[in-house]
C-alpha cells in the first residue's frame, strides 16, 4: 500500500500569480494555500485560467510574477523533473511504446531505483488501483478506465508530495465517470497525498472536493468547502456556474440591516436576507435553485407564495421541471422529484400553480453590466 | 431487417466494381515495377549486347565486375558516402524537427520551406552551385566534398519524415517524463525518441537510397580516382552496353530488397501502434 506519512506531506502556496501568453493575461494574481493533504480543485469554465495555474504548480509553465512554493521550497525557477510531483493528464498520455508496467516504472527508473524495489512498488501501486496483472498489456489495449487507474498508479508510484489531475475524467462516460470519482478519492484519502484538480464539471468539484476553489477570468472569485459554495455563491457568475437556473429580475426597495426588500420584475415584494452589497434602487437578479422552490406548500409553512401559470414542462427521468410564469413572463423554475413516477399525473401547461420561495434559499446578486 | 434470413453468408463473388479495381491496382503496380525487375534476365544473358528477349545463361558479367576494380571501389565510396551522409542528415535532422515542431517562432514556417529547397530546386542547379562553392574550399573532387553535397541533398527527405512523425506525438507525452522526474535528454531518449524511431528509419531509408542513386549533382561534383557507382556504371555503358549493367543493377536491387525486408521485419514501419 502506498501511503505518505501524514507528517511527509506539504501544502502548495501561490501568491499573487500571474501568467501572460503574449498580450493576453491569462492568470491574474491567484493567491491560494493548499493545506497538506487537502484535496482542492480548481473549478471554472474554459479559459478561466484553472489549467494554467495547475501547468505553473507543475512547473510545466513560468508564472511571470507571483511565488510558487510547495512545502517550504520556493519553486519558481525550478524544473518539473525536480519538483517531485505525480501528473495524470487529461487524455492520460501514457507511452504507447511502454507497456503498462513500464508506464507505472517510468519515474522510479528515472529516479534510478534498484530494479527489485521497482518491480515491488509498480505491482502494490497497480494493485491499489485494482489492476493487478495488467503489466505486460500495452496502453491500447486497455479501456478508457483502465487507462485512467493506470495514469493515477503512473503518478502514486513515486510518492511525490503533490498529485495533479487535469481534467482526469473528462474522456470518460458518465457512468464511469462516477465510479472513478469514488476511486480517486478513496485513493488520495488512503494515500494522504495533496492534490489538486482541475474541472470544468461542478458535480465532479462537489463530490471530489474538499475545497473548491472558482476561477472567472484567470481570477480566483471564490473559495469555499463543496456545501459553502453551491449554497452561498459569492457571486451571479459562481451561481450560474454551480447550477442555480432560476433568474428573475428586481429592484432594491429598500435595505434594513441586511435584509433588503425586493420588488421582483414579475410584481412580488419579497424580504431577503443575508443581501450584501446591494443598495436600495439597485437592479438586482434573484436566484433560487429549482429544488428549493417548493411546489404547492402548505399552507403556514413560513414560505412566500407566488403563482402563475405552468408553461413549460421538462421530465428528466430522476426529477421533473416545472417552468412557471409567475406574472409579466418572469419564469421560475420549480423541480419535484418523480416520487411516484406517475408521469401521466403531472400537470400539463396551463396549470395554474402555486409555488412557496423560502426567503433565505433565494439569493440576490447585482444584475450584471 | 424484416427478413428472417437477414445473416445469409456473404457472396462469394466480388462486386464488379471491386474486380475492376483490383484489376487495375495489378496493372499498376506490374507497369512501375516490370521495366525495374526485366534487368535481372538480362543480367544472365550470354548474349554481348543489352536486348531483350535474354539469350542463354551465363555468370560472366558478374565475374566482368570483379574483374574491374573501378566497380568495388565506386561501389565503396558511394556506400561510404551515403552512408555517412544518412547519419549525418538524421542527427541533423532530428534535432531540426524537435526545435521547429516543439518551438513557435517567428520565421518558422519559411524556415522549413528553406530546409526543403533542395528537393524544390533543379538538380542540375544545385549541383553547379555546389561545385563553384566547394571549388575554391578545395573539397572539389574530394570526398567530404562529395559527402557534404550528399547531406544538403538527403537533409529534406529525414527532415521531412522526422517533422511528420514528430507533429504526430502528443506534446503531453513529453510533459508527462517531466513530471515523473525525466529532464530534457532523458525525455528525449525514453520517450520522443522511441516515438520517432519508424520515421526516422523511414527517413534513413529515403536517404540511404537518394545518396546512393544521386547522379546530377555528383557529376559536377566526382573526378578521377573519385567516382560513385551510378557515374562509373554511366561511364561503362558509354562504351560497352553489355549485360555488365544489368547485373550490377541485379546486385543492387536484392541489397535495396533485403535492406527493406530487414527493416520491416525489425521495426515493422507504421505497425509499431497498432
Same mark, same amino acid.
Given at each position: 500500500? %502506498?501511503?505518505?506519512?501524514? $507528517?511527509?506531506?506539504?501544502?502548495?502556496?501561490?501568491?499573487?500569480?500571474?501568467?501572460?501568453?503574449?498580450?493576453?493575461? @491569462?492568470?491574474?494574481?491567484? $493567491?491560494?494555500? %493548499?493545506?497538506?493533504?487537502?484535496?482542492?480543485?480548481?473549478?471554472?469554465?474554459?479559459?478561466? /485560467?484553472?489549467?494554467?495555474?495547475?501547468?505553473?504548480?507543475? /512547473?510545466?509553465?513560468?508564472?511571470?510574477?507571483g511565488d510558487i512554493r510547495i512545502g517550504d521550497t520556493l519553486v519558481n525557477a525550478v524544473s518539473p523533473w525536480k519538483r517531485n510531483i505525480g501528473m495524470v493528464f487529461q487524455n492520460y498520455a501514457l507511452f504507447p511504446h511502454m507497456t503498462v508496467h513500464e508506464n507505472v516504472a517510468f519515474g522510479l527508473t528515472m529516479r534510478n531505483r534498484p530494479a527489485g524495489e521497482i518491480r515491488a512498488a509498480v505491482e502494490d501501486a497497480m494493485a491499489q488501483v485494482r489492476l493487478a496483472g495488467y503489466g505486460d498489456r500495452r496502453p491500447s489495449q486497455l479501456s478508457g478506465g483502465q487507462r485512467q487507474r493506470v495514469a493515477l498508479a503512473r503518478a502514486i508510484v513515486t510518492k511525490p508530495n503533490v498529485l495533479l489531475l487535469d481534467e482526469p475524467l473528462a474522456a470518460l462516460d458518465k457512468k464511469?465517470?462516477?465510479q472513478m470519482q469514488v476511486e480517486i478519492r478513496q485513493l488520495q484519502r488512503a494515500v494522504g497525498i495533496t492534490t489538486v484538480f482541475v474541472t470544468h464539471d461542478q458535480e465532479e468539484a462537489l463530490t471530489l472536493a474538499d475545497r473548491i476553489v472558482v476561477m472567472e477570468e484567470g481570477q %480566483?472569485?471564490?473559495?469555499?468547502s463543496p456545501a459553502d459554495v453551491y449554497e452561498r455563491p459569492k457571486s451571479r457568475f459562481v451561481s450560474d456556474f454551480i447550477g442555480f437556473t432560476n433568474a428573475v429580475g428586481g429592484k432594491v426597495v429598500s435595505v434594513t440591516g441586511t435584509t433588503a426588500r425586493i420588488e421582483t420584475a414579475s410584481g412580488h415584494s419579497l424580504d431577503i436576507p443575508g443581501a450584501e452589497g446591494v443598495a436600495a434602487g439597485d437592479e438586482v437578479d434573484l436566484v433560487v435553485r429549482p429544488e428549493k422552490v417548493a411546489?404547492?406548500?402548505?399552507?403556514? $409553512?413560513?414560505?412566500?407564495?407566488?403563482?402563475?401559470?405552468?408553461?413549460?414542462?421538462?421530465? $428528466?427521468?430522476?426529477?421533473?421541471?416545472?417552468?412557471?410564469?409567475?406574472?409579466?413572463?418572469?419564469?421560475?423554475? @420549480?423541480?419535484?422529484?418523480?416520487?411516484?413516477?406517475?408521469?401521466? @399525473?403531472?400537470?400539463?401547461?396551463?396549470a395554474r400553480l402555486r409555488l412557496g420561495l423560502t426567503p433565505d434559499t433565494v439569493l440576490v446578486f447585482p444584475r450584471r453590466g | 431487417m424484416s427478413q428472417p434470413n437477414a445473416a445469409a453468408p456473404p457472396a462469394a463473388r466480388l462486386p464488379t466494381s471491386e474486380r475492376v479495381l483490383n484489376a487495375y491496382v495489378i496493372a499498376v503496380l506490374v507497369f512501375l515495377a516490370l521495366p525495374v525487375f526485366i534487368v535481372v534476365p538480362l543480367a544472365f544473358s550470354d548474349d554481348v549486347s543489352l536486348s531483350f528477349p535474354p539469350r542463354g545463361f551465363s555468370l560472366r558479367w558478374f565475374a566482368n565486375i570483379l574483374e574491374r576494380p573501378e566497380f568495388g571501389r565506386a561501389f565503396a565510396l558511394s556506400a561510404a558516402i551515403a552512408i555517412f551522409a544518412t547519419i549525418v542528415a538524421l542527427t541533423a535532422g532530428t534535432l531540426a524537427a524537435l526545435g521547429l515542431v516543439r518551438h513557435r517562432?517567428?520565421?518558422?514556417?519559411?524556415?522549413?520551406?528553406?530546409?526543403?529547397?533542395?528537393?524544390?530546386?533543379?538538380?542540375?542547379?544545385?549541383?553547379?552551385?555546389?561545385?563553384?562553392?566547394?571549388?575554391?574550399?578545395?573539397?572539389?573532387?574530394?570526398?567530404?566534398g562529395l559527402a557534404l553535397a550528399h547531406v544538403v541533398l538527403t537533409f529534406p527527405y529525414v527532415l521531412r519524415t522526422a517533422l511528420a512523425t514528430l507533429s504526430e506525438i502528443d506534446r503531453a507525452l513529453a510533459e508527462a517524463a517531466y513530471t515523473l522526474g525525466a529532464n530534457r535528454w532523458k525525455t528525449f531518449r525514453h520517450v520522443t525518441l522511441p516515438l520517432?524511431?519508424?520515421g526516422l528509419l523511414a527517413g534513413a531509408t529515403f536517404a540511404l537510397i537518394v545518396s546512393f542513386d544521386e547522379f546530377t549533382i555528383s557529376m559536377f561534383l566526382v573526378g578521377p580516382g573519385m567516382m560513385t557507382l551510378p557515374l562509373e556504371m554511366y561511364n561503362y555503358a558509354e562504351f560497352s552496353l553489355d549485360p555488365t549493367i544489368a547485373a550490377i543493377s541485379t546486385i543492387l536491387l536484392i541489397i535495396t530488397s533485403v535492406a527493406i525486408i530487414v527493416i520491416e521485419k525489425l521495426v515493422g514501419l507504421g505497425k509499431q501502434f497498432s
Open positions: 500500500m %502506498i501511503k505518505a506519512n501524514p $507528517s511527509d506531506a506539504v501544502g502548495v502556496d501561490l501568491r499573487d500569480v500571474q501568467k501572460w501568453y503574449g498580450s493576453v493575461l @491569462a492568470v491574474r494574481g491567484v $493567491s491560494l494555500a %493548499i493545506a497538506p493533504g487537502e484535496m482542492v480543485c480548481l473549478l471554472g469554465p474554459s479559459g478561466c /485560467g484553472k489549467t494554467t495555474t495547475l501547468r505553473m504548480i507543475a /512547473g510545466l509553465e513560468k508564472p511571470d510574477a464511469l465517470r462516477e %480566483i472569485v471564490q473559495i469555499g411546489i404547492d406548500p402548505p399552507e403556514g $409553512s413560513g414560505c412566500v407564495v407566488v403563482e402563475g401559470d405552468l408553461v413549460h414542462t421538462v421530465y $428528466s427521468g430522476a426529477v421533473t421541471y416545472f417552468h412557471v410564469d409567475i406574472g409579466r413572463g418572469a419564469i421560475l423554475i @420549480a423541480m419535484a422529484p418523480n416520487a411516484h413516477g406517475a408521469a401521466s @399525473a403531472l400537470p400539463t401547461s396551463g | 517562432f517567428p520565421g518558422r514556417d519559411a524556415t522549413v520551406t528553406f530546409f526543403m529547397t533542395p528537393l524544390i530546386f533543379p538538380a542540375i542547379v544545385l549541383g553547379a552551385a555546389l561545385a563553384l562553392m566547394l571549388s575554391p574550399l578545395g573539397l572539389l573532387r574530394s570526398f567530404w520517432m524511431r519508424p
